[in-house]
């Protein structure tokens, strides 16, 4: 069996905001999440800049009592996927609850909560270590809760590849729904580690960007400047399903108008080979999975391009 799979809800935090449309109002206003960290003093850091989520409101997505038990990447997956599955009008039927899985992305887990509870150990003893502690910062509780809350009980799974985490966890929801395994999987990724050790173990790794101008301008991956990345923080999902499946309401006409044109131009859209053929952590990953390009050939001008 191979189907065709088809995206049908998105959902979005980020730093340039929650959910898909003042996202997309930034992006097209050519705003910038970027700005000096306020988490922590980052006085002292080789890195003081960092794509902080601001403006987001766990009550409006947990109950309260709920806050305290689930570490901020938890919250910020729930929070986009609650907005994708809504976006795809997707109903979860005891019928087909088997065939909806969630497959997440997250590349290092509850990094707040191990160094909050690290603190509380060395301070107080082990008493004082929250008995939330391990479901609260374990990767694939993220996944979990999002299954809890919309009921499915198919597929509930991880991928943690660092910077790739997310696209591995697309690209393993795609395979799910094309083989017949899934019908709808709720996918995307999830992070929130800008603490002191995160920025400190970046920073002395030279990994992150070293950057004296307007922190706006520091994330140029394919820049001849590039001094490094910036970490950021969010979550993103959506949700995917195979055709004419039976869990969605139908969806009004200009909805899928607006899916054919992203269909549309996905397939049409020119993508320079230079961007393609280079990594933006200028490493050979970029070529991770494929051969290396061959050799120019005797005489030809042209010369591989590198990372």
Known sequence: MSRRVVVTGLGMVTPLGVGVPANWEAVCAGRSGIGPITRFASDGFPCRIAGEVR???P????????????DLFILYAIAAAAEAVRDARLEV???IADRVGVVLGVGIGGLPGIEQNHSALTAGGARKVSPYFIPAVIGNLAPGQIAIRLGARGVNMTTTTACASGAHAIG????????????????????AAITPTAVAGFGVMRA??????????ASRPFDARRSGFVLGEGAASSSARAPRCSCLRRKRSRDNGARRCVRRCSATAPVPTPITSRSPHRTGAGRSGRSAP??????????PCST
Do not use: H, K, N, Y
């Open 59 to 70: 009550e409006d997505w947990v109950d309260r009592r709920e806050r305290d038990r689930m």
């Open 208 to 217: 992150l960007a070293r950057w004296d101008g307007p922190p706006e301008a």
């Open 93 to 95: 039927s005891e019928e």
């Open 294 to 303: 061959p050799s120019p050939r005797p005489g030809s001008s042209r010369t």
């Open 55 to 57: 403006g987001f409101r």
């Open 172 to 191: 393993e929801a795609f395979e799910m729904i094309r083989s017949g395994r899934q019908d709808v999987v709720v996918t995307g990724g999830a992070e």
